[in-house]
């Protein structure tokens, strides 16, 4: 049986059950507080492990490896075709464990395996990638799809806690190359780094099939054909989001060397904190929003105001003198792009509630009209991003990127102004 919370009382209500009183700060604190626990120790050993292997990687190398990390998230958004977040809606809405988890997730990639291939296809003729690493594109790819979806039907219950830790370990375990790569001498470094990437990976998404297994029974259902074509407008909804980490990065990546993509990707993990608390949030509220029937958290919104102009502030002050600490001189260029790149952190926190509202709560016609707007600015933005990385290299992929999560926040937010004004 999945609960809401009386935030009241603090007692269980039946899902469904509307709570008229808005929660407190206080309450979503402590919602979100093992999730953010989580996200906040892998996210150090994020941090640390991509600073490790940026000092010892080969300029060149460490541009291979940003681009080959964004094209791995292509094909989870790509092969996914929005089931994931689907995934995540139905099972929320679902009452009790009426769902075979464990033929959704099957079916869900073998949905992916042809798109994922295709786009390790492109991979290696756009960006002369080896075969050996267009494989990995593909495997990771895959990887990576299930993971996604054990973490959505993890959120869908409300086990947030085990859904960040799928979500957050593959990438904070980079810190085991970066730490062998500093204590030894291997030719090979950016193999040793992919194939321990690779089979960290391939742990997380067996040990997720553990955890389902025992937090969620098996039911009969599946999710049906026709409900998996109505969750294609959620591969839009995610490849507007996903566009400005990933997709301005590839767009660099065919227009730059590789070494100076290498600055962006030295500069990006100061953003961290940003994506832990945006995923995190995005992941709750998605759920919640459907048991809480609330319409409006001025309180919430309100937070997530003041922690992303602090954490701004605080980013473009401090960044600069982080970059000449973490890499002794190295990578000094991409200063520049730091204050641009917390304004894209603040507009990406700041979205994360109307977009939650709409993905858990609209109908497909207000989805389908809001992914449209979502995409059309996305493409009209990344076409001026070409220009611009052209004209001004690699600045451009962060004032590309800073103008893509501005708009994606309007337009959420004027889809949920609208909504509100809907008779309920």
């Given at each position: 049986m999945i609960?809401?919370?009386?935030?009241k009382?603090?007692?269980?209500?039946e899902p469904?059950e509307?709570i008229?009183e808005e929660p407190?700060?206080s309450?979503?604190m402590?919602?979100?507080?093992?999730?953010?626990?989580v996200?906040s120790?892998?996210?150090?050993?994020t941090?640390l492990?991509?600073?490790?292997?940026f000092?010892q990687l080969?300029?060149?190398?460490?541009?291979?490896?940003?681009?080959m990390l964004a094209?791995?998230?292509f094909?989870?958004m790509?092969?996914?075709?929005?089931?994931?977040t689907l995934i995540?809606?139905?099972?929320?809405y679902?009452m009790?464990d009426e769902?075979?988890?464990?033929?959704?997730?099957?079916i869900?990639n073998?949905?992916?395996?042809?798109l994922?291939?295709?786009?390790?296809f492109f991979a290696?003729m756009v960006?002369?990638l080896?075969l050996?690493?267009?494989?990995?594109?593909f495997?990771?790819?895959?990887?990576?799809?299930?993971?996604?979806?054990?973490?959505r039907m993890?959120n869908a219950?409300?086990?947030?806690?085990?859904?960040?830790?799928?979500m957050r370990?593959?990438n904070?375990?980079?810190?085991?190359?970066?730490l062998?790569l500093?204590?030894?001498?291997?030719d090979?470094?950016?193999?040793?780094?992919l194939?321990?990437?690779t089979?960290?990976?391939?742990f997380?998404?067996?040990?997720?099939?553990?955890i389902?297994?025992?937090?969620r029974f098996?039911?009969?259902?599946?999710?049906?054909?026709?409900?998996?074509?109505?969750?294609?407008?959620?591969?839009?909804t995610q490849s507007?989001?996903?566009l400005?980490?990933q997709?301005v990065v590839a767009l660099?990546g065919?227009?730059?060397?590789?070494?100076?993509?290498?600055?962006?990707?030295?500069v990006?993990?100061l953003?961290?904190?940003f994506?832990?608390?945006t995923?995190?949030?995005?992941?709750?509220?998605?759920?919640e929003?459907i048991?809480?029937?609330?319409?409006?958290?001025?309180?919430l919104?309100?937070g997530l105001?003041?922690t992303?102009?602090?954490?701004s502030l605080?980013?473009i002050?401090?960044?600069p003198?982080?970059?000449?600490?973490?890499?002794s001189?190295r990578?000094t260029?991409?200063?520049?792009?730091?204050?641009?790149?917390?304004?894209?952190?603040?507009f990406?926190?700041?979205?994360?509630f109307p977009?939650?509202?709409?993905?858990?709560?609209?109908?497909?016609?207000?989805?389908?009209?809001f992914?449209?707007?979502q995409?059309?600015?996305?493409?009209l933005?990344?076409?001026g991003g070409l220009a611009?990385?052209?004209?001004n290299?690699v600045?451009?992929?962060a004032?590309t990127?800073?103008a893509?999560q501005l708009?994606?926040?309007l337009?959420?937010e004027?889809f949920?102004?609208?909504?509100l004004?809907k008779?309920?």
């Amino acid at each position: 049986m999945i609960w809401a919370v009386d935030v009241k009382n603090r007692e269980p209500r039946e899902p469904g059950e509307i709570i008229a009183e808005e929660p407190s700060l206080s309450f979503w604190m402590r919602l979100v507080r093992g999730p953010i626990f989580v996200t906040s120790l892998t996210s150090v050993f994020t941090f640390l492990g991509t600073v490790l292997l940026f000092r010892q990687l080969g300029e060149h190398e460490a541009g291979i490896l940003t681009l080959m990390l964004a094209m791995i998230q292509f094909g989870v958004m790509l092969g996914g075709l929005g089931q994931p977040t689907l995934i995540q809606r139905l099972y929320s809405y679902s009452m009790g464990d009426e769902f075979d988890w464990m033929r959704d997730l099957v079916i869900t990639n073998f949905i992916a395996f042809p798109l994922t291939l295709l786009l390790a296809f492109f991979a290696r003729m756009v960006y002369g990638l080896t075969l050996k690493y267009s494989l990995l594109v593909f495997f990771l790819s895959i990887l990576q799809l299930s993971i996604l979806t054990e973490s959505r039907m993890l959120n869908a219950v409300r086990n947030y806690s085990w859904a960040s830790v799928l979500m957050r370990v593959p990438n904070s375990l980079l810190i085991i190359p970066g730490l062998l790569l500093s204590l030894f001498e291997i030719d090979q470094k950016l193999d040793l780094t992919l194939t321990l990437y690779t089979v960290v990976t391939l742990f997380i998404s067996i040990f997720g099939l553990f955890i389902l297994n025992r937090v969620r029974f098996r039911g009969h259902r599946i999710v049906s054909l026709s409900e998996r074509r109505s969750g294609f407008v959620f591969l839009f909804t995610q490849s507007s989001y996903s566009l400005p980490e990933q997709g301005v990065v590839a767009l660099g990546g065919g227009l730059l060397d590789p070494i100076r993509l290498a600055t962006y990707g030295a500069v990006a993990p100061l953003l961290k904190p940003f994506d832990m608390l945006t995923d995190v949030l995005r992941n709750v509220l998605t759920t919640e929003l459907i048991h809480l029937q609330l319409q409006q958290l001025r309180r919430l919104v309100a937070g997530l105001w003041t922690t992303g102009l602090i954490a701004s502030l605080f980013t473009i002050a401090a960044g600069p003198i982080l970059i000449d600490w973490l890499y002794s001189g190295r990578y000094t260029a991409g200063k520049a792009l730091i204050p641009w790149l917390a304004v894209a952190g603040l507009f990406r926190l700041l979205e994360v509630f109307p977009r939650s509202h709409i993905i858990g709560q609209s109908v497909q016609r207000t989805l389908r009209r809001f992914v449209l707007w979502q995409s059309i600015s996305a493409a009209l933005l990344l076409s001026g991003g070409l220009a611009l990385i052209q004209k001004n290299s690699v600045i451009g992929i962060a004032w590309t990127m800073a103008a893509i999560q501005l708009i994606r926040f309007l337009i959420s937010e004027l889809f949920y102004r609208r909504e509100l004004q809907k008779p309920a």
